[in-house]
C-alpha cells in the first residue's frame, strides 16, 4: 500500500516535506512513515465505517482540523516563567545602562520565549494532525495516551475514531502543564465534541493500570522523558509495549532520551522500530514509531520457528 493518498503523496527524499509543512529529515523517516502507515486500512474498510452522524467515511484524505476549540495549557509552564523573567532582567538591564550587550541576549531570549510558546499553543497540534492523519484509523481502534495532560493529543485522536476509544492516563501534575487536572480534560472533551469517546484515567506510566493487549494504539506526547532517571523511563517503555496488541502501533514524541527509548523497545521485540527528526521547527522532539510483532519473540507457531544452526546445535550438545 502507499504510505500517503494519490493526492497527498509524497516524496520519500532525504528531506521529506509534509503538506502541512512539518520537515522530516534523516535517512530514518521512510522507515518511520512506513511504520506509521502499517496495518493501514484499504479504501473498502474505510467505507464500511459509519459515522455517529449517519455518513460514511470513505477515504483516506479527511484530517482533523489542528486548530482546537478547547484550553490546553502551557508545557513545561516553569520554562516560560524562567525565559519571562531573564527577558525583563536584560530589557531593564539595557535600559539603565544603555549598553548593547544587555539587548542582544535580551532579544534572543526573547526569540526563544515566542518559539517555545508557538510550540506549546500551535506547533504540536500541526504536527499530531499529522501524524494522527498518516494512521489512517479505521475508526473502531481503542487508544491510549499516556501522560495525557489537558487533552492535546488525546482529543484529536478521538476526532478519527467512531466506535473506538480514546483512554488518557496522567498524574495530572501542574509542574509538567499549567492547569492540568482531569477536569480540564474533560472540559475540553466536551468542547471538541469527543466526550462519548473519551476516558480519563489517573495512573503512573511506569505502572499502567490495563491488561496486556489492550490497545490497538499507544500515544505519548512529550511525557515520558518527565519521569525520573533512565530505569523508570525504560520501564515506561516497557508498559506501552505491554498493553499494545500484536499488531499495535507506537508513536512517541519527545524532546529527550528518544535514542534510549529507540535501543529498548529493540530489546523489547518490535518491528519497525524507527526514529526522525520533526524539523527544526520544532527541535528539539523527535518521533519514535513501532509495531507490536503478531508473534512476540519465543511464541511463534511450530511450523514458523527458526532452523538452528548446525554448528550452534552441536555445540550445545557439547560436539
Same mark, same amino acid.
Given at each position: 500500500?502507499?504510505?500517503?493518498?494519490?493526492?497527498?503523496?509524497?516524496?520519500? =527524499?532525504?528531506?521529506?516535506?509534509?503538506?502541512?509543512?512539518?520537515?522530516?529529515?534523516?535517512?530514518?523517516?521512510?522507515?518511520?512513515?512506513?511504520?506509521?502507515?502499517?496495518?493501514?486500512?484499504?479504501?473498502?474498510?474505510?467505507?464500511?465505517?459509519?459515522?455517529?452522524?449517519? =455518513?460514511? /467515511?470513505?477515504?483516506?484524505?479527511?484530517?482533523?482540523?489542528?486548530?482546537?476549540?478547547?484550553?490546553?495549557?502551557?508545557?513545561?509552564?516553569?520554562?516560560?516563567?524562567?525565559?519571562?523573567?531573564?527577558?525583563?532582567?536584560? *530589557?531593564?538591564?539595557?535600559?539603565?545602562?544603555?549598553?548593547?550587550?544587555?539587548?542582544?541576549?535580551?532579544?534572543?531570549?526573547?526569540? &526563544?520565549?515566542?518559539?517555545?510558546?508557538?510550540? =506549546? &499553543?500551535?506547533?504540536?497540534?500541526?504536527?499530531?494532525?499529522?501524524?494522527?492523519?498518516?494512521?489512517?484509523? /479505521?475508526?473502531?481502534?481503542?487508544?491510549?495516551?499516556?501522560?495525557?495532560?489537558?487533552?492535546?493529543?488525546?482529543?484529536?485522536a478521538a476526532q478519527h475514531l467512531t466506535t473506538g476509544r480514546a483512554v488518557g492516563v496522567d498524574l495530572w501534575r501542574s509542574a509538567d502543564q499549567s492547569g492540568n487536572s482531569a477536569d480540564a480534560t474533560q472540559r475540553n472533551a466536551v468542547a471538541e465534541g469527543v466526550a462519548d469517546r473519551v476516558e480519563l484515567q489517573t495512573g503512573d506510566l511506569t505502572a499502567l493500570p490495563f491488561e496486556d493487549r489492550s490497545f490497538d494504539v499507544v500515544l505519548s506526547s512529550l511525557a515520558i522523558h518527565n519521569i525520573s532517571g533512565r530505569t523508570g523511563q525504560e520501564r515506561a517503555v516497557g508498559e506501552a509495549v505491554r498493553v499494545l496488541?500484536?499488531?499495535?502501533? *507506537?508513536?512517541?514524541?519527545?524532546?529527550?532520551?528518544?535514542?534510549?527509548?529507540?535501543?529498548?523497545?529493540?530489546? *523489547?521485540?518490535?518491528?519497525?522500530?524507527?526514529?526522525?527528526?520533526?524539523?527544526?521547527?520544532?527541535?528539539? =522532539?523527535?518521533?519514535?514509531?513501532? %509495531?507490536?510483532?503478531?508473534?512476540?519473540?519465543?511464541?511463534?507457531?511450530?511450523?514458523?520457528?527458526?532452523?538452528?544452526?548446525?554448528?550452534?546445535?552441536? %555445540?550445545?550438545?557439547?560436539?
Amino acid at each position: 500500500m502507499d504510505y500517503a493518498p494519490p493526492n497527498r503523496r509524497m516524496k520519500l =527524499t532525504r528531506a521529506l516535506a509534509s503538506p502541512r509543512g512539518v520537515r522530516v529529515r534523516g535517512s530514518a523517516c521512510a522507515f518511520a512513515h512506513r511504520a506509521l502507515a502499517a496495518h493501514a486500512p484499504r479504501s473498502a474498510d474505510l467505507a464500511s465505517v459509519t459515522r455517529r452522524d449517519g =455518513t460514511r /467515511r470513505t477515504d483516506m484524505t479527511e484530517r482533523v482540523n489542528s486548530r482546537r476549540r478547547g484550553s490546553y495549557g502551557i508545557d513545561a509552564p516553569y520554562v516560560s516563567v524562567l525565559l519571562a523573567g531573564l527577558v525583563v532582567f536584560y *530589557l531593564v538591564m539595557a535600559i539603565v545602562t544603555g549598553k548593547l550587550a544587555f539587548w542582544l541576549p535580551g532579544g534572543l531570549i526573547l526569540a &526563544l520565549l515566542a518559539w517555545h510558546l508557538h510550540f =506549546t &499553543l500551535r506547533g504540536k497540534f500541526v504536527i499530531w494532525a499529522e501524524l494522527l492523519d498518516r494512521l489512517s484509523l /479505521r475508526g473502531d481502534e481503542r487508544i491510549v495516551d499516556l501522560g495525557c495532560g489537558r487533552g492535546a493529543v488525546l482529543l484529536m485522536a478521538a476526532q478519527h475514531l467512531t466506535t473506538g476509544r480514546a483512554v488518557g492516563v496522567d498524574l495530572w501534575r501542574s509542574a509538567d502543564q499549567s492547569g492540568n487536572s482531569a477536569d480540564a480534560t474533560q472540559r475540553n472533551a466536551v468542547a471538541e465534541g469527543v466526550a462519548d469517546r473519551v476516558e480519563l484515567q489517573t495512573g503512573d506510566l511506569t505502572a499502567l493500570p490495563f491488561e496486556d493487549r489492550s490497545f490497538d494504539v499507544v500515544l505519548s506526547s512529550l511525557a515520558i522523558h518527565n519521569i525520573s532517571g533512565r530505569t523508570g523511563q525504560e520501564r515506561a517503555v516497557g508498559e506501552a509495549v505491554r498493553v499494545l496488541r500484536p499488531g499495535g502501533r *507506537l508513536v512517541i514524541v519527545d524532546v529527550r532520551a528518544i535514542p534510549q527509548y529507540q535501543a529498548a523497545l529493540a530489546k *523489547l521485540g518490535m518491528n519497525d522500530v524507527a526514529c526522525a527528526s520533526l524539523g527544526w521547527r520544532f527541535w528539539p =522532539t523527535r518521533l519514535l514509531t513501532g %509495531t507490536k510483532p503478531e508473534h512476540p519473540l519465543g511464541s511463534q507457531p511450530a511450523a514458523e520457528q527458526p532452523v538452528e544452526p548446525d554448528r550452534a546445535a552441536a %555445540t550445545r550438545l557439547g560436539r
